[in-house]
């Protein structure tokens, strides 16, 4: 793991990874959902180009870096706050928003050149 972002009011944990063979994005989120359970009820895997402080850049990376239904699981009855007699915080949502492995360059993110350059206040 490169890097985490803990957003503990929202129960999250953001892990940036540098993949280094197939399935490494999978066992990042698996130690991160180790790691504190009371605090990872949704663990996310990002690429090393995602900032993991912006829930829309993450978002962006699950939804355009490859097939929903088959990046995002969840973990059945893995318990989560020790005072939660109802266990509404139990179970884990883990999502790999990562490139497929053995294809990064066809999920390289696009830019427009001079796109930070341009102000939409000089067209309207």
């Known amino acids: 793991m490169l890097d985490v972002a803990v957003k ?6 953001i892990v940036k990874v540098r993949q280094q063979y197939e399935g490494h994005a999978r ?3 698996l130690t991160a959902t180790a790691a504190h359970l009371d605090y990872s ?3 996310i895997a990002v690429d090393e180009d995602v900032d993991i402080h912006d829930y829309e ?3 962006w990376a699950f939804l355009t870096r490859g097939r929903a ?5 969840t973990m059945d009855d893995i318990p989560g706050f020790y005072r939660d007699p109802m266990k ?14 053995g294809r990064a360059a066809e999920f390289e993110r696009k830019r427009i050149p001079g796109e930070g350059a341009i102000r939409l206040d ?3």
């Open 8 to 13: 503990s009011a929202l129960l999250a944990t």
């Open 27 to 29: 066992h990042a989120l």
């Open 41 to 43: 009820k949704m663990v």
């Open 57 to 59: 850049d993450v978002f």
């Open 69 to 73: 239904d088959t990046r995002a699981w």
């Open 88 to 101: 509404d915080h139990w179970g884990r949502l883990l999502i790999d928003a990562t490139k497929p492995w």
């Open 122 to 124: 000089d067209y309207l």
